[in-house]
């Protein structure tokens, strides 16, 4: 029902946009994330954004850097990212849920659909 696109290699300070396109489920009504998740580390909440109001969560290592979007209209999610780097380095999973409050948006578990990971590599 999620399908993640875009991710690819780059080289420190460039840019990449995933797309996550979304089936089977009327976008307008989720609220929307983006986790990532490194060899050996846990997945992390990078960013989400709320349906109800468009209320928006970055970590903050990204914060100024990267930005989520949605097009309804397309039932596709977006997260541009740029200055990319080192750290970066992860596969990112799209993620969509209902009713998440924002004390909860970082939480894996607070959403009941996942896409399947892009790998974004970050290297010189």
């Known amino acids: 029902q999620l399908q993640a696109y875009g991710g690819g290699l780059v080289q420190p300070g460039g840019f990449l946009r995933l797309s996550c396109v979304v089936s089977k489920l009327t976008l307008r009504y989720y609220d929307i994330a983006w986790f990532r998740q490194a060899p050996g580390k846990e997945r992390e909440p990078v960013s989400c954004?709320?349906?109800?109001?468009?209320?928006?969560y970055y970590q903050d290592s990204v914060k100024g850097r990267f930005s989520i979007s949605r097009d309804n209209a397309k039932n596709t999610v977006y997260l541009q990212m740029n200055s990319l780097k080192l750290e970066d380095t992860a596969d990112y999973y799209c993620?969509?849920?209902?009713?998440?409050?924002?004390?909860?948006?970082?939480?894996?578990?607070?959403?009941?659909?996942w896409g399947q990971g892009t790998q974004v590599t970050v290297s010189s």
């Open positions: 993620a969509a849920g209902t009713g998440i409050i924002l004390s909860s948006v970082s939480r894996p578990s607070a959403y009941a659909y």
């Open positions: 954004m709320l349906s109800r109001d468009g209320t928006t």
